[in-house]
């Protein structure tokens, strides 16, 4: 049994998404042999020297829940998001998981995946097209690593804020997937299923490209009252609602 996970925007402000996680780690998680996180596991992530520092309890807290299932035998893997692109060798050092590229081919004896987070298909917002561009740079990682930790987390808050603020004066379209460049994404990559995130617009789409139906699944982003993550029992993908359980 493989799992499929996305979005769930860890974040110091929301404790109680961070409990829903953890507690998924240590019981859902554990009958599956693998699990893919599919990008912005956290609503930030400044650089892994944060997990040197003694008083990130987030980052220390979801990396030690990572180490501890990963050592009962589940093979955990991840691709960056949009939020968290900057998560690195030493955070996967630290937690066991291990960093996929995007789009990631996933191929198991009976069928064939694509996996990625979903943003670089929404190539209609050229604004954050641009920005994913530069960020994306080995250069500019190299540059913004070297900032102080304090000054790195600011920056990411202060960008969090305007992109949010962006967000509110955006056309819907421009912060979903293009179809033409799904259906070219699609063709390039063996009209394998698409699994991704990022939109948070839950659904199956059925695409056909070139003449073949090809289905693309969105996972649903986490919330306080609910996760979600996707089953492939090795004949079908079916959705699971994650709700809190009252404390014993
Ligand atoms: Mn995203």
């Given at each position: 049994?493989?799992l499929?996970?996305?979005d769930l925007?860890l974040?110091?402000?929301?404790?109680?998404?961070t409990?829903l996680?953890?507690?998924f780690?240590?019981?859902r998680?554990?009958?599956?042999e693998?699990?893919?996180?599919?990008?912005?596991?956290?609503?930030?992530?400044?650089?892994?020297?944060c997990l040197?520092?003694?008083e990130?309890?987030l980052?220390?807290?979801?990396?030690?829940?990572?180490?501890?299932?990963?050592?009962?035998?589940?093979?955990v893997s991840l691709?960056?998001?949009?939020?968290?692109?900057?998560?690195?060798?030493?955070?996967?050092?630290?937690s066991?998981?291990?960093?996929?590229p995007?789009?990631f081919?996933?191929?198991?004896p009976t069928?064939?995946?694509v996996?990625?987070?979903?943003?670089?298909l929404?190539?209609?917002?050229?604004?954050?097209?641009t920005?994913?561009?530069?960020?994306r740079?080995?250069?500019?990682?190299?540059?913004?690593l070297?900032r102080?930790?304090?000054?790195r987390?600011a920056?990411?808050?202060?960008?969090?804020?305007?992109s949010?603020?962006?967000?509110?004066?955006k056309a819907?379209?421009?912060?979903?997937?293009n179809?033409?460049?799904?259906?070219?994404?699609?063709?390039?990559n063996g009209?394998?299923t698409?699994i991704?995130?990022?939109?948070?617009?839950?659904?199956?789409?059925?695409?056909?490209?070139?003449?073949?139906?090809?289905?693309?699944?969105?996972?649903?982003d986490?919330?306080?009252t609910?996760g979600?993550?996707?089953?492939?029992?090795g004949?079908?993908l079916l959705r699971e609602?994650l709700?809190?359980?009252?404390?014993?």
């Amino acid at each position: 049994m493989i799992l499929f996970v996305s979005d769930l925007h860890l974040s110091p402000a929301t404790p109680a998404v961070t409990h829903l996680f953890v507690d998924f780690l240590a019981g859902r998680a554990r009958a599956a042999e693998r699990l893919f996180i599919l990008g912005d596991l956290f609503e930030a992530w400044p650089g892994d020297d944060c997990l040197e520092d003694g008083e990130d309890l987030l980052a220390a807290t979801v990396v030690g829940a990572l180490r501890e299932v990963v050592g009962s035998g589940v093979e955990v893997s991840l691709l960056h998001g949009n939020r968290d692109f900057l998560l690195g060798e030493g955070f996967a050092a630290r937690s066991g998981v291990r960093l996929l590229p995007d789009p990631f081919v996933l191929s198991l004896p009976t069928w064939q995946f694509v996996l990625s987070h979903g943003d670089a298909l929404c190539i209609d917002d050229t604004d954050y097209q641009t920005f994913r561009a530069m960020v994306r740079q080995e250069a500019w990682q190299k540059a913004f690593l070297a900032r102080p930790l304090a000054e790195r987390r600011a920056i990411a808050m202060a960008v969090r804020e305007q992109s949010e603020v962006a967000k509110r004066g955006k056309a819907g379209y421009l912060m979903d997937v293009n179809l033409g460049a799904t259906e070219d994404f699609l063709r390039a990559n063996g009209y394998a299923t698409l699994i991704h995130g990022h939109t948070h617009r839950p659904a199956m789409h059925e695409h056909i490209v070139d003449g073949i139906a090809v289905e693309r699944w969105v996972l649903a982003d986490w919330s306080h009252t609910r996760g979600e993550c996707l089953c492939w029992d090795g004949e079908q993908l079916l959705r699971e609602s994650l709700v809190p359980q009252p404390a014993t």
